[in-house]
């Protein structure tokens, strides 16, 4: 048998962190997934699943991950059940995270309370202040 997941999105909001009775961390986020077609109008829709992280893993997450941090997520599926106050029974489905990877840098992301434009930070070019080198052909090895 098989059970494997493999996401990329964007968090859709901060990680909720909690512990157990007995101590143990556990981290509930969702993402945002983009599907790869677009709709009769146009626009890319996105599939929000939510995210289930255990122990160091979970307080990683609470402690460097915000919404809008773009992660990686290697997991399982687990579907569950409950009743509700009005007795009807509902059914869950979560990503348990086995492997987080936070794949942009703090403050590179849309952030909530993260830069004062709330955009995506603009990386600056390493190369723009460098002065043209005037190399002639044969000084070239080629």
Do not use: H
Request: charged share 30%; aromatic share 8%; with cysteine.
């Amino acid at each position: 048998m098989l059970n494997r997941v493999i996401l990329v999105g964007r968090l859709t909001r901060d990680p909720e962190l909690r512990y157990t009775p007995s101590g143990v961390a556990i981290a509930r986020f969702s993402i945002a997934v983009n599907r790869n077609y677009t709709n009769a109008q146009g626009e890319r829709e996105a599939d929000f699943l939510n995210i289930v992280a255990w122990r160091g893993l979970a307080e990683n997450c609470a402690n460097y991950l915000s919404k809008g941090s773009l992660v990686g997520v290697d997991g399982r599926l687990q579907t569950g059940k409950y009743e509700n106050q009005e007795g009807r029974t509902v059914y869950t489905t979560d990503v348990v995270a086995e492997d987080v990877r936070f794949l942009d840098t703090k403050g590179s992301g849309e952030r909530s309370g993260g830069n004062a434009g709330g955009g995506r930070k603009s990386i600056d070019d390493p190369f723009a202040d460098d002065v043209p080198i005037d190399i002639k052909d044969e000084d070239l090895p080629f």
